[in-house]
Every structure is written in structure tokens, then in C-alpha cells.
């Protein structure tokens, strides 16, 4: 049975992923999370001991949504797993293209907190990308790929640096890019029909 306090916790947590994905964790204070919340400081304190612990609830809370998400569009996508690889890339570059985007909440929240490097929103940034490098290890390892891991790895760093570079350069198509040395990686390390003999 949810507590009542639960519903107040969430839109907390709504109003800083609101606030801290668009405008930056450093940038946006404690009283403007309150505000856009509807609460009161004191309330907000309530449920949370400090901004760091908000900071760390901001991003567990987008932890599954995103995980879920390339999931979605890689079962939807029709094709073997480079096509459906591919697909998570080429649907990220649609959302690059919305002006509210903003690049990766993980990767930009541990840039800001580069010199804090025990920080709780580090680890669960960590832990996030951990997660998705562990699903594509085990597709790849169900499709027979040789080094399962090194190439959920080159996947992982294709993703991440067009993450960056997109960000840097306010072009999508670097993400398309990346999507397709993604596609040829995998079709690359895919094991070879063998030959019958005649």
C-alpha cells in the first residue's frame, strides 16, 4: 500500500528532472525545485536530507524509463540485431532534433560533477550505463558473437561520444553515424553461416 507521502516525493522528483535535465544541477537551486513543486522548502527537506540526495533521486527515477526505452525500439525495429541496434541511435537522433533535448542526463551530471567522484549520482550514473552494456553483452552472446563484451563496450563508447559530439555540434547526424560503424561492428562480429560442402 503506497504512503501518503509518496505522491509528494514524486512530483519533487518530477520538478527537478524538469530543472536539473534543462538547465543543469549547479544552475538550478533547491528553492526553485520547492517552487516549480508547488511546496515549501521545509517540505522539500522533508523528504529529502540534502540536494545531493535529490540530485541521486533525479537520476535513479530516469534509470529504468531510458533502459525501457532502447529496449522499445529495439524490439520494434524489423531487421536481425544490427538493424535493431541501429534503430536505438537512429531514434536518439529524432530526439536530438527537438530543441528541448539536452544530451544524456547521466553523462551531463557526472561532467558536473567531475571532482566528486563518490558522489551517489556518479555511481547510479555508473550503474545505468552498466546496465545497458550488460543487456547488448547478453544479446550479443545469444547471437553467438565471439567477445560479447568488447563489442557491447564499442557499442557503449559509439553511443556516448555521439552523445557528446551531438551535443557539441547541434547535428544529429553524428548520431547516425555512430548508429551505422554500430551496425557494421555487429554484422562484422556475427558468426558466418558455414558452407555446406557439395
Known amino acids: 500500500m503506497p504512503r501518503p507521502s509518496e505522491p509528494t516525493r514524486e512530483r519533487i522528483v518530477q520538478?527537478?528532472?524538469s530543472l536539473f535535465y534543462s538547465e543543469?544541477?549547479?544552475?538550478?537551486s533547491v528553492d526553485e525545485v520547492a517552487a516549480k513543486a508547488g511546496l515549501t522548502k521545509r517540505t522539500?527537506?522533508?523528504?529529502?536530507?540534502?540536494?545531493?540526495?535529490?540530485?541521486?533521486?533525479?537520476?535513479?527515477?530516469?534509470?529504468?524509463?531510458?533502459l525501457a526505452l532502447f529496449r522499445k525500439w529495439f524490439a520494434e525495429a524489423e531487421g536481425g540485431v544490427p538493424v535493431k541496434v541501429e534503430a536505438i541511435f537512429k531514434n536518439l537522433a529524432r530526439s536530438a532534433r527537438h530543441p528541448k533535448w539536452k544530451g544524456c542526463g547521466f553523462l551531463r551530471t557526472s561532467a558536473e560533477l567531475a571532482n566528486m567522484p563518490g558522489h551517489p549520482a556518479i555511481r547510479i550514473g555508473a550503474a545505468h550505463k552498466k546496465k545497458f552494456e550488460d543487456w547488448l553483452r547478453a544479446t550479443f552472446t545469444e547471437q553467438g558473437i565471439a567477445d560479447p563484451l568488447?563489442?557491447?563496450?564499442?557499442?557503449l563508447l559509439l553511443l556516448d561520444g555521439s552523445f557528446a559530439v551531438v551535443l557539441l555540434h547541434r547535428d544529429a547526424s553524428y548520431m547516425e553515424t555512430a548508429g551505422e560503424a554500430a551496425h557494421t561492428l555487429i554484422e562484422t562480429a556475427l558468426p558466418k553461416p558455414r558452407r555446406k560442402r557439395g
Open 15 to 17: 520538478a527537478a528532472n
Open 24 to 28: 543543469g544541477i549547479r544552475r538550478v
Open 44 to 66: 522539500l527537506y522533508y523528504h529529502f536530507k540534502s540536494k545531493d540526495d535529490l540530485v541521486a533521486a533525479y537520476l535513479a527515477a530516469r534509470d529504468q524509463p531510458n
Open 150 to 155: 568488447k563489442l557491447a563496450r564499442q557499442i
